[in-house]
């Protein structure tokens, strides 16, 4: 584990790599421009990040780490957190007010060039997959969602309405549009979709926050570290260096 002047070092690593990337674009931000933002040499960056690519995966993930507390902090103050439609409606709000999560829901090639595409480490995806997989079986199980459909299509029904909504925004290439009401159209849809009818049982809310809570930590302690490990502890190129299952969520 780095001590806390690695800590230290290796934030404002990432802090002059996310800046520079909403300035210029991630095709034109060299290691060498990162690392003069950042006051150190280029040797340096590289005992942290073991490659360019990896470095802007790990902007990406920290971004998801803001997104995972946020939601954390929604369900700790109100329990029907908890449920897909407002999971979803949040995890929009929040992506909205993060330009880099943004950019790479909406597969944007101009800010992010290929890490828009880069699905095997692509950080938010695999974080909502795992969470998928586990919650859904929970909620199925307290009687707040739906079973007549299976969860492999319950997935790929609420992926593929998340990703409706993110590219029908892009693709109207409307700024103005509000993402309070983009996001609640959403909620609408995915309660209907995979919710039961009527209002949640309260006590089967509160019997599933301790479980969810627990998923939500697990995998965020998966991306910090992640973000902490250091090249050296990293022989080869392995194709899941989060840690995370590779369990698809769209």
Request: charge should be negative; glycine fraction near 8%; include cysteine.
């Amino acid at each position: 584990m780095p001590d806390t002047s690695q800590r230290e070092r290796a934030q404002r690593i990432l802090d002059a790599a996310a800046e520079l990337v909403l300035r210029w674009g991630y095709k034109r931000v060299t290691i060498e421009e990162v690392a003069k933002h950042a006051g150190i040499g280029k040797g340096t960056v590289y005992l942290h990040f073991e490659s360019r690519a990896w470095l802007f995966m790990c902007v990406l993930m920290r971004e998801s780490l803001g997104l995972v507390d946020e939601l954390t902090a929604a369900i700790e103050r109100d329990a029907t957190a908890v449920l897909p439609a407002e999971q979803a409606r949040l995890g929009y709000l929040g992506v909205q007010r993060r330009p880099l999560l943004r950019a790479m829901f909406v597969r944007d090639n101009e800010l992010l060039g290929e890490l828009a595409h880069e699905g095997a480490i692509n950080p938010v995806r695999e974080w909502k997959g795992e969470l998928a997989f586990e919650q859904f079986h929970l909620l199925r199980e307290h009687g707040l969602m739906r079973t007549d459909l299976d969860i492999d299509t319950q997935k790929y029904v609420v992926g593929a309405v998340q990703t409706g909504f993110y590219l029908h925004q892009s693709a109207l290439g409307s700024s103005d549009a509000d993402p309070q009401v983009a996001a609640t159209a959403m909620s609408h849809t995915i309660q209907s979709a995979v919710q039961p009818p009527g209002s949640p049982d309260p006590e089967a809310l509160a019997a599933v926050v301790p479980a969810v809570l627990a998923s939500y930590q697990r995998v965020r302690a998966s991306l910090a570290a992640a973000i902490d490990e250091r090249p050296s502890k990293r022989p080869g190129p392995p194709d899941n260096r989060s840690g995370l299952p590779q369990r698809g969520f769209e």
